[in-house]
């Protein structure tokens, strides 16, 4: 199973950008699907989610109304919309996925993905 993160860059503050996440080896359809971000000197945390077939969502507070995680099936693709960007965001970005077997209230607390991209930068300037 891979997960190829891509989309990152420089960008400045207030601009928007589209990370990708497509996987092979594995159909996301029914998994759980999420971006990590961890910048420097922090630890990772969860930025959003996707729960299994796409019933429910969950954001990190300080991006609630401005990230938008969707899933294309067709593509096995999982994408995160960011816009208004701020410099707090900079950090490097990863996608991953949980079985079908994991419940929300596991995922929530970022535990349970098994299954891990890696990561693609984001930098954004003030």
């Known amino acids: 199973v891979q997960l190829q993160a891509s989309g990152g860059g420089l960008v400045q503050a207030g601009a928007s950008l589209r990370l990708s996440c497509a996987a092979s080896?594995?159909?996301?359809?029914?998994?759980?699907t999420a971006w990590f971000r961890q910048a420097p000197g922090k630890e990772r945390e969860l930025v959003a989610l996707?729960?299994?077939?796409?019933?429910?969502?969950y954001y990190e507070d300080s991006v609630k109304g401005r990230f938008t995680i969707s899933r294309d099936n067709a593509k096995n693709t999982v994408y995160l919309q960011m816009s208004s960007l701020k410099s707090d965001d900079t950090a490097i970005y990863y996608c991953?996925?949980?079985?079908?077997?994991?419940?929300?209230?596991?995922?929530?607390?970022?535990?349970?993905?098994?299954?891990w991209g890696r990561g693609t930068q984001v930098t954004v300037s003030s």
């Open positions: 991953a996925a949980a079985p079908q077997s994991a419940i929300w209230s596991t995922v929530v607390q970022g535990l349970g993905f098994i299954y």
């Open positions: 080896g594995r159909t996301l359809r029914r998994d759980t």
């Open positions: 996707l729960f299994r077939s796409g019933g429910s969502t």
